[in-house]
């Protein structure tokens, strides 16, 4: 099956600081998801971005969906401890696949 | 109001027993999933519904059986638990997009 290829699996960050992880896949998506998920809790949607070369923001965060749709990036700005958690990037490969492909997440740690 | 909500969220269980999860939603969605999160974080879909019907069914064993009574609940179970079946479920729900809402997960330990 597909698989995505999730960089870094963890990393460790002062506040304040810029981060950025990227997910990258030997296969095309038509669409690129980005999740994250508060210990304890369910995967929340971050972004979702739909075109090729398309860049997304929603606050702090900005992602791009790759132009050859097979990669993604997830850049968070200014870090705050509430940043903490597991962020998951997703591709889903058609309209009107069910079937979502998830990376194996990267886990941010913001030290105060 | 919770959107996608799943019980029990807590379920300890020894090794041979069958025992059920329940999720339902309310976001009027048409879909619906489970997910099986390993002790290493990784994300795997298990089955998918849509208005009832079954649409994905990955490799997973048939003691894993889901039944979708109507397109607002997707509930499931296993039977004969192992100890490898421990794990935290997620129940999921979306429009016909990658766009999921997950409910808050049922941590599953067998003993």
């Known amino acids: 099956g597909q698989q995505l290829n999730q960089s870094p699996q963890s990393m460790f960050i002062q506040e304040g600081e810029d981060v950025s992880m990227n997910c990258t896949s030997s296969?095309?998506?038509?669409?690129w998801l980005w999740y994250k998920q508060d210990p304890g809790e369910g995967p929340v949607l971050l972004i979702a971005l739909y075109k090729a070369g398309e860049l997304t923001s929603n606050g702090r965060l900005t992602a791009q969906f790759g132009i050859t749709r097979k990669d993604s990036f997830l850049n968070i700005s200014a870090s705050i401890p509430s940043d903490v958690g597991i962020y998951f990037c997703?591709?889903?490969?058609?309209?009107?696949?069910?079937?979502?492909?998830f990376g194996k997440g990267t886990k941010l740690s913001v030290i105060p | 109001d919770t959107a996608v909500s799943q019980t029990p969220k807590y379920l300890v269980t020894q090794m041979g027993n069958d025992k059920s999860i329940k999720c339902e939603q309310n976001?009027?969605?048409?879909?619906m999933y489970w997910y099986k999160q390993d002790s290493k974080k990784f994300l795997k879909i298990m089955f998918s519904y849509n208005n009832k019907e079954l649409i994905i069914n990955e490799t997973v064993p048939n003691r894993f059986s889901p039944k979708s009574p109507d397109k607002a609940h997707l509930n499931l179970h296993i039977n004969s638990l192992e100890l490898g079946d421990s794990a935290v479920y997620f129940c999921?729900?979306?429009?016909?997009?990658?766009?999921?809402?997950f409910g808050e997960g049922s941590r599953l330990t067998v003993l």
């Open positions: 999921a729900s979306s429009f016909n997009t990658g766009e999921l809402f």
């Open positions: 997703a591709g889903q490969s058609g309209a009107g696949s069910y079937q979502l492909t």
């Open positions: 976001l009027g969605h048409d879909t």
């Open positions: 296969s095309i998506f038509n669409t």
